[in-house]
């Protein structure tokens, strides 16, 4: 009997601490510092971590070293097709002329083979970023807590602290907030005043979001406010994480875009829509160009609605680069308004390799890591200008984003992530080199498709 009593009582404690010291001050937007100071803490351990890692390197040489980031592992030429091969073909002790077919024109193409295995600058975009030092966390652990004791005991108390008080609470925080979601939603939506059911829409959405956020323990910088997408217009932003909803999310509302699920997730866009106009796809319809931008394009023509949130890689690409945005977000017309978002990889890593983690081994991850750390920043406006297509102006958009963020700016397209290479690269090389051996004209520069047709 007293055993449930206490337990009753630290349940009680429990939750009274989490609802006073963390769902209220989340729920209107306040901050009491604990997290802030919960960062602070967390930075001058690291820094302690990474100094006696480095003084055990020094006294001990044996030791595991990381391994170092990949930085330019090729020198590569940059003359043409035609300029590369005449190079090899002057070596040769027999003249060939230029309508010939040389054997070495071979190695030509096993170069840019190899370059392309070695540095794969496209499929490196789709593994976790590499750390320049450790950050306690047993997953990018090198065998570095073995270096002393005091490290061994500050990494254990960290699994501690991680695993058995951090992850129940974020856990509970994160089931509270999507219930809140779930029954807020569903009850606004039987509302029929539009200002008075959109003001409490709008209020239940940010609540919920910013309940999640706290369940991630998220330090989130704004920065550039008087950017924020406005109603009527379109949001768009580079893609790291699912994640990613909520850290906007958090400072605002916007009307979703992707495909109706089911289970779960079913229920959870079936109670968002009653109260706010979001945009759900059947998977019939997704196929359907013409279908998904009429439907896009209606939202955004009603200047009363939310702005649109879209993420035109389609993919998550791990917080290092920014990749071909897709210019379907481009032709629905109005108003873009970029935003780039970067996170701080020494807290956790927000990358979602959706290859290799399913989405709950993936929110495990993320609850048990130390803390998202992320810096937005909210671009000025953007419109198509005069004579330009939809595609030059999301490249426009693209480097603005990858530039701000201090992204790489890449012109891959992210669905290589699971895609092969269209056919129509792989001929246009060899449209080239048939081209210059029946004696036309070889064209002076290559497209950038070289590098993906020779992997």
């Known amino acids: 009997m007293e055993n449930s009593l206490k337990q009753r009582r630290g349940l009680q ?24 100071v919960y960062i602070q803490i967390l ?36 003359g043409s097709m035609e300029h590369e091969m005449g190079e090899l073909r002057r070596y040769r002790t027999q003249s060939i002329s230029r ?22 600058q496209v499929t490196q975009r789709f593994s976790s970023e590499e750390l320049v030092s450790w950050n306690l966390l047993t997953r990018t652990n090198h065998n570095f807590h073995y270096i002393s004791l005091r490290l061994t005991v500050i990494w254990g108390l960290g699994v501690i602290i991680r695993y058995c008080v951090l992850f129940p609470l974020r856990i509970t925080l994160a089931i509270i907030g999507l219930s809140w979601l779930v029954i807020g939603t569903s009850l606004v939506g039987f509302l029929p005043n539009r200002r008075v059911k959109n003001w409490l829409s709008e ?31 379109i949001c768009v932003a580079n893609h790291t994480s699912p994640i990613d909803i909520v850290i906007l999310a958090n400072d605002g509302c916007y009307a979703m875009v992707g495909q109706s699920h089911s ?15 979001h945009v759900w796809f059947e998977r019939s319809e997704m196929r359907d160009r013409h279908a998904v931008t009429s439907r896009l394009r209606a939202h955004v023509a009603a200047k009363s609605n939310l702005p649109i949130l879209i993420f035109p890689e389609g993919t998550c690409i791990n917080n290092t680069s920014v990749m071909m945005f897709k210019k ?47 810096n937005v920043w909210y671009l000025p406006p953007m419109t198509r200008q005069e004579g330009e297509d939809a595609t030059k102006f999301a490249n426009r958009v693209k480097s603005a984003i990858a530039h701000q963020g201090g992204l790489l700016d890449m012109a891959w397209d992210g669905s290589l992530k699971r895609d092969k290479v269209k056919e129509e690269f792989k001929e246009h090389q060899q449209k080239m080199y048939s081209s210059m051996v029946v004696g036309k004209k070889a064209r002076t520069s290559q497209e950038p498709h070289t590098e993906s047709t020779k992997r």
């Open 13 to 36: 404690v429990w939750f009274s601490v989490m609802i006073g010291l963390i769902m209220i001050p989340a729920m209107f937007g306040l901050s009491l510092g604990v997290t802030s």
């Open 43 to 78: 930075v001058k351990i690291l820094e302690w971590s990474t100094l006696r890692i480095q003084r055990g390197h020094r006294d001990r040489p044996t030791l595991p070293v990381p391994a170092p980031l990949p930085n330019g592992l090729i020198q590569r030429e940059g």
């Open 99 to 120: 309508g010939e077919f040389a054997l070495s024109d071979s190695f030509y193409f096993y170069r840019k083979g190899l370059e392309s295995i070695v540095d794969d």
């Open 203 to 233: 209020l239940v959405h940010l609540m919920c979001y910013r309940i999640c956020a706290r369940g991630l323990s998220a330090t989130i910088q704004y920065h550039n406010k008087n950017n924020k997408p406005q109603k009527g217009g």
């Open 263 to 277: 289970g779960l997730m079913g229920v959870i866009q079936r109670s968002m829509v009653r109260s706010c106009p």
């Open 328 to 374: 379907g977000s481009f032709e629905i017309g109005g108003t873009i308004y970029p935003v780039a978002i970067k996170y701080d990889p020494r807290f956790g890593d927000a990358f979602w390799n959706s290859a290799k983690y399913n989405m709950v081994s993936y929110l495990l991850r993320m609850m048990t890591s130390w803390a998202i750390v992320v």
